[in-house]
């Protein structure tokens, strides 16, 4: 029994770390940017200040879908 499901685990793993590895990576980039813009959503006016931005400019921001990432992430 063994024998008859390695090779279909193996051909899966293959399958998954070779022929799509940038579906993964963009969707661990999604899941990342969507936690850091509602971090800055809910950041408090003194700590907004600190970092140069408005408390419309965070919403806006948050408010933006995580397919619209920053360029420097496409590199």
Known sequence: MYAATAPHSALFTGLVS???PG???AVT???QLRKER???ALLD???L???GISRQEAV???ARPVWDAPN???K
């Open 18 to 20: 070779t022929r799509r």
């Open 23 to 25: 579906i993964l990576k």
């Open 29 to 31: 980039n999604m899941v």
């Open 38 to 40: 509602r971090a800055l």
């Open 45 to 47: 006016p003194a700590a």
């Open 49 to 51: 200040a600190d970092i």
């Open 60 to 62: 806006s921001e948050a």
């Open 72 to 74: 420097y992430w496409h």
